[in-house]
């Protein structure tokens, strides 16, 4: 495959040469047309334009333009380059041993060769490799007798060089007795073992396995004695200089200058692409990004990486890449450049597994200190979404402890600078991977801060907080930006309103009022027909109400009434309606309660009884709610009760955590004494039944949506007797789980017009946020069928406009495309609000809640080097980059051959520019301008 293309190697850019040529040959254009104003109207048009291109074709060559010719020869294989490009490769790693550093250096060419001895950081090297070599005769299959004696052969060869390496030093001279004695000798004497049968070889193996872990621990060690060496001795300036570069330069600018920068000739990229179809891809959270690839047309390499901001590293996404090219291509190799600090995704080495079958094997080049540097870390803050503002958060920091045990360090949580915890928490390290510090403090004034600052136009009903988690630094500590965390919630500054209403004391509603009077996230108010002594209710008066009243004062006044107004009504979010005679109601009253349901967006829950007084309501407003049909008779015979298929998978019906014993617990509670006989209306949901005589099933609760709102139905009043032995352990979860989950859930914020939620207060990026808004107009009528958007900032720039769906009761609904972090607003516009009059705004942050990628600081060398030898392939350090090289190179048949022709050199450039200016002379002598 031929191909030919132009190139711009000059002093100037292309455009300013294209630029100069361009003005000076117009320039010449103008000029020469002076000179020929009494010619015919052809020679006045020919001459000024060869003259013209003349000059263009001479000064565009200021721009060095060359012809490259690109002939492929053979094919060439398949090679899939992989950078992480997660947060984690903006880490340095000056906790790295210097005798890497060093030889990291010389090939990026910093340093050059010679400057430091390396005998001791080659032996460690090899004694690595070997190291490796009995990880893959660990993972192997069965080996031959001629497999097993070539692995004793090639360890033997390793540890054999690491000694000459490590004699050769001069350092260490008791370390290297001892090596000669634990390893060097216990080597040659396996590599001279007869293999003569399966037998001998699986045993050669075993023996190998042990000799490779051996040969780790030794490789540590001999870069240990290299580190002391140079501290001891001290650098020389050059060096020390070098060093400290490289504690400046992050991961992903060590990979940049390996792949793309440095001599013609040191660029990995540049040199792989002549043998290999070259395809650069970058692994940025569960998306692989395509960065460049080696084509026909010689597309230019790419002078830079993007820096990496992925929030997770999800090397499976990257490898099943891998495995889709494979299915398009040949023989191929991936070439996986981490730190493998894998925190999202399946099981990487199952994917590499598949790449094995496909003879595509993984070359992994890790990048990063393979020892992990002292350090703390906030991992993550457990904290509950929301908490009342009048009570106290209570929460847990997790904490990675990667330092000795017995240093003192502090916790501080602040809002802005401003402490929230009585004291700091005083620590003293306990040496453990993760440790768990419980905390509390109380939220009131923090919300009572944020409210005063709100506009008085906006009712919230929930106040974010967004405060800081600070570890303080311990000596010897290099990473200190993982020593900081968020703790985000919200503080409920209002209750969720339940309306209790029945038309006699009952034991049913007696417990519900009282578990729900002792639940911090709502508020009760029990209206019981003749509790005050009068018939049927008593109902609340414009002066119980009055302007001006504490919510406290108005609170005590519309205890034990029914709402006088169906504005009052409408300032619940949840009526728990038990067995009220149809005639203790006004008309008016049963419409309300209707439109509660339909327009409102309300959540009613009927108590059904024995006494048969919702039965009744069916030629009412009330009784379109009702979401079953009443049969002649009650059912007898119940067994037991029971879940639905349904109800099984719902939280709400969840009594104990796994699904299996879940349906034991439902089955084992005490039965109710009396139910009535109902059936389902068309597009009601039976959640809970009964198992009756004959297998039969007896629905016992029913759920169905009503317009805007839900109405559920339970056909017993007694499931307080399900507090037998075991007090409130599923009589107060039950009831708990289904208000949350019938009622509408509240907005965090409301101004006159528009109520509005985001779902919330924190997401995980990539996720999609929940928009919900409900309209109403001055008189607080819900609006249907408007149009309403939802206008989504991120960082202070609108980042999309969002059509919300309508739904009844005023409610609109709508959906985010996946979240990219940072912090977020979202307003609403719309023309049935009058104009200038919204008011209400929705936050939420989107980060990752797991401070993951700048917690583990060190490459996951055991991951990578699984997934390398799983697919065939080989594990290597950075510093040995050269070696992943010629193991590729075998790999394909295939190579480019370039060549460059400068124009300023060419035979044909210069015939054409003899012929403009020939023509030219030609012609001015025909004219007599000679």
């Known amino acids: 495959m031929n191909a030919t293309t132009l190139r711009w190697i000059g002093d100037w850019p292309w455009y300013a040469g294209v630029i100069a040529a361009t003005v000076l040959a117009i320039a010449a254009w103008v000029l020469y047309r002076k000179d020929t104003g009494g010619m015919r109207s052809g020679f006045r048009f020919v001459l000024p334009l060869l003259r013209a291109l003349t000059v263009f074709l001479i000064v565009i060559l200021l721009g060095g333009p060359v012809l490259q010719h690109r002939t492929v020869v053979g094919e060439r294989a398949r090679l899939i380059v992989l950078v992480d490009g997660s947060e984690s490769m903006q880490l340095a790693d000056p906790g790295m041993d210097s005798g890497r550093k060093i030889q990291i250096l010389e090939r990026l060419g910093m340093l050059n060769p010679g400057d430091v001895a390396l005998e001791l950081p080659q032996a460690s090297a090899a004694l690595g490799a070997a190291r490796n070599l009995g990880e893959r005769t660990k993972l192997a299959e069965v080996p031959t007798a001629e497999m097993s004696k070539k692995n004793l052969t090639d360890f033997a ?142 597309a230019p390499l790419p002078t830079a990486l993007n820096q990496p901001v992925g929030s997770i590293t999800n090397l499976t996404s990257g490898l099943s890449f891998g495995v889709s090219t494979a299915d398009k291509a040949g023989q191929g190799a991936v070439l996986l450049i981490t730190d493998g600090q894998q925190n999202a995704g399946e099981s990487a080495v199952e994917v590499a597994r598949i790449l094995a079958g496909k003879k595509m094997p993984v070359f992994a080049l890790g990048t990063g200190s393979h020892v992990a540097p002292r350090d703390l870390a906030v991992v993550h803050a457990i904290v509950p979404d929301s908490v009342f503002h009048e009570d106290k958060v209570r929460g847990e920091i997790i904490i990675k ?71 303080s630094p311990i000596d010897g500590e290099k990473e200190l930006t993982n020593n900081e965390g968020r703790l985000r919630f919200r503080a409920v500054t209002q209750k969720r309103r339940i309306l209790l209403v029945d038309g006699r004391p009952r034991w049913e509603t007696r417990y519900l009022k009282n578990l729900y009077q002792r639940d911090e996230k709502w508020e009760v108010n029990a209206a019981i027909a003749g509790m005050r002594g009068e018939a049927g209710f008593v109902r609340t008066s414009e002066s119980d109400l009055q302007e001006g009243a504490t919510d406290e004062a108005k609170e005590r006044a519309r205890e034990g009434k029914l709402p006088g107004t169906k504005a009052e009504l409408d300032t619940y979010e949840l009526i728990i309606f038990g067995e009220v005679p149809k005639d203790l109601l006004k008309d008016e009253e049963k419409r309300w309660l209707a439109d509660f349901v339909g327009k409102r967006g309300g959540a009613i829950i009927f108590l059904d009884g024995a006494r048969g007084h919702l039965r009744q309501y069916g030629d009412t407003p009330l009784g379109a709610l009702l979401p079953v049909e009443y049969l002649d008779k009650p059912p007898t015979g119940i067994e037991s009760l029971g879940l639905t298929s349904r109800a099984a998978g719902l939280a709400p019906f969840a009594l104990s955590n796994e699904i299996a014993t879940n349906a034991e617990t439902w089955a084992k509670l005490p039965l109710p004494k009396s139910v009535v006989g109902v059936k389902p209306l068309p597009g009601a949901e039976v959640l809970i039944d009964a198992k009756a005589a004959g297998d039969s099933r007896v629905p016992l609760s029913v759920l169905r949506s009503f317009g805007a709102g839900k109405v559920y139905y339970h056909a017993f009043d007694d499931s307080w007797r399900w507090r037998y032995e075991v007090a409130d352990k599923y009589h107060v979860k039950f009831w708990n789980q289904i208000a949350g989950f019938v009622a509408e859930e509240p907005f965090a914020t409301q101004d006159k017009f528009v109520s509005l939620d985001a779902g919330k207060l924190n997401y995980e990026p990539g996720a999609q946020a929940g928009l919900r808004a409900r309209i109403r107009s001055g008189e607080g009528t819900p609006v249907d069928a408007a149009a309403v958007t939802a206008v989504l900032s991120r960082d202070g720039k609108v980042a999309a406009k969002i059509e919300l769906t309508p739904a009844e009761g005023g409610l609109y609904r709508g959906k985010t495309a996946a979240l990219e972090p940072g912090s977020y607003e979202v307003t609403i516009e719309s023309a049935a609000v009058p104009e200038g009059q919204i008011k209400v705004r929705a936050e939420f942050k989107v980060e990752a809640s797991l401070n993951i990628e700048r917690t583990l600081l060190s490459v996951n060398e055991e991951l990578l080097r699984q997934i390398a030898t799983t697919s065939g392939g080989q594990y290597f350090r950075e510093e040995q980059v050269d070696q992943v090289l010629k193991l590729l190179e075998p790999l394909t048949a295939g190579t480019v051959e370039e060549s460059e022709s400068p124009l300023l050199e060419s035979g044909w450039w210069f015939a054409l520019l003899v012929f403009l200016l020939t023509a030219e002379w030609l012609i001015r002598k025909r004219v007599g301008m000679l």
Do not use: C
Not at 205 to 212: A, I, N
Not at 245 to 253: I, S
Not at 414 to 422: A, P
């Open 157 to 298: 060869a390793l540890v054999a060089n690491a000694d000459g390496l490590f004699g050769k030093s001069g350092k260490g001279a008791d370390q290297l007795a001892r090596f000669r004695s634990e390893l060097a000798k216990p080597a040659a004497d396996l590599a001279a073992r007869e293999i003569k049968s399966l037998d001998d070889g699986n045993r050669a193996s075993q023996d190998l396995v042990k000799l490779g872990e051996a040969a780790g621990r030794w490789s540590a060690e001999v870069a240990d004695i290299f580190q002391k060496s140079i501290n001891a001795e001290g650098a020389n300036p050059l060096v020390k200089d070098a060093l400290g570069r490289f504690d400046g330069l992050a991961r992903w600018q060590r990979v940049q200058a390996l792949l793309l920068e440095g001599k013609p000739g040191q660029r990995i990229l540049e040199n792989l692409a002549k043998k290999f179809d070259v395809q650069l891809a970058s692994l940025e959270g569960d998306e692989v990004k395509r960065v460049w690839q080696a084509s026909s047309n010689a």
């Open 401 to 471: 402890e990667e330092v000795a045990p017995g240093l003192p360090y502090k916790i501080t949580i602040k809002d802005g600078e401003k402490d929230v915890l009585e004291k700091p928490i005083e620590l003293t390290s306990e040496g453990k991977p993760r440790r768990s510090v419980p905390f509390e403090f109380p939220v009131k004034e923090l919300a009572a801060e944020r409210l005063k600052a709100a506009s008085a136009d906006v009712k919230a009903r929930t106040v974010p907080l967004d405060l800081k988690v600070s570890i």
